[in-house]
């Protein structure tokens, strides 16, 4: 079974080629509805994942059909079981109940099941990622619905009991991904996430051309910035702030 490892993944494609290519030796994360750079990704990532392309998708008006998953499928055969991509997301469409989602899943080729990493959340009931957890021993997590502006308070209180319930069932925290979320690997962040991902540098790389020749050193410092907080990442839980009392209800 592949591994989640302490990462911060960067979103591609990174444009113009030459920024992907100063990046160099990092982590990726590929989008199947961009896989414009796959290729040189593949031959000289430290490692990458393939995401299912659903939220680019979605906003951009496509719609899915049974041919769009059959042929990220085979994307995912291709560069997971032949290439170096070290595992994929598995479907979750936009604005689905949990019975299409867990659909899915079902469905999910087996000959990628050491591959595929299942898809929670933050507005499904908390143990539906239990339950995901007990079933493939990792999981991804995106912020949605009344949770989906990261750091909000609903947001921090509902991370705390999706944690809180995740370390009740398994004792320590299995390995999870979140969605578009480095800000999380920050040093104020506790949240014991093994890795992250965002589109920062591919979008924000542009502002730091007003360093003129330092351009593309500059974006290797940002990038190693976010390298260097996802290697120091704790992943123990509870933290401190949290009391007996918030742990185990007024009677501890």
């Not at 007003?210 to 940002?222: E, N, S, T």
């Amino acid at each position: 079974m592949s591994v989640l490892t302490k990462a911060a993944y960067h979103g591609t494609p990174i444009t113009p080629n030459a920024v992907l290519q100063a990046l160099g030796f990092r982590d990726y994360c590929v989008s199947y509805y961009r896989p414009d750079q796959v290729e040189w990704i593949d031959a000289n990532a430290r490692s990458w994942f393939a995401d299912n392309g659903i939220f680019s998708a979605w906003m951009k008006g496509a719609e899915f059909s049974d041919a769009y998953w059959q042929d990220y499928y085979d994307f995912c055969r291709r560069w997971c079981m032949d290439g170096n991509c070290s595992w994929a997301v598995i479907p979750d469409p936009i604005g689905t109940g949990t019975q299409e989602l867990d659909y899915f899943i079902r469905e999910w080729p087996a000959d990628l099941r050491d591959y595929g990493v299942p898809v929670y959340h933050l507005g499904e009931p908390i143990h539906r990622a239990v339950s995901l957890l007990e079933r493939f021993g990792r999981l991804c997590v995106g912020a949605t619905g009344e949770y989906r502006v990261i750091l909000s308070a609903p947001f921090c209180e509902r991370m705390d009991e999706l944690f809180n319930a995740i370390h009740a069932a398994f004792g320590s925290i299995p390995p999870i991904h979140f969605f578009r979320g480095l800000q999380l690997l920050k040093p104020g962040c506790d949240w014991p996430i093994t890795s992250a991902d965002s589109t920062d540098i591919a979008r924000n790389h542009n502002r730091l051309k007003r360093l003129g020749d330092l351009h593309l050193w500059a974006v290797q410092q940002a990038a190693g910035r976010w390298d260097a907080m996802a290697a120091r990442r704790d992943t123990a839980w509870p933290p401190e702030r949290l009391s007996q009392r918030q742990l185990f209800g007024a009677a501890a």
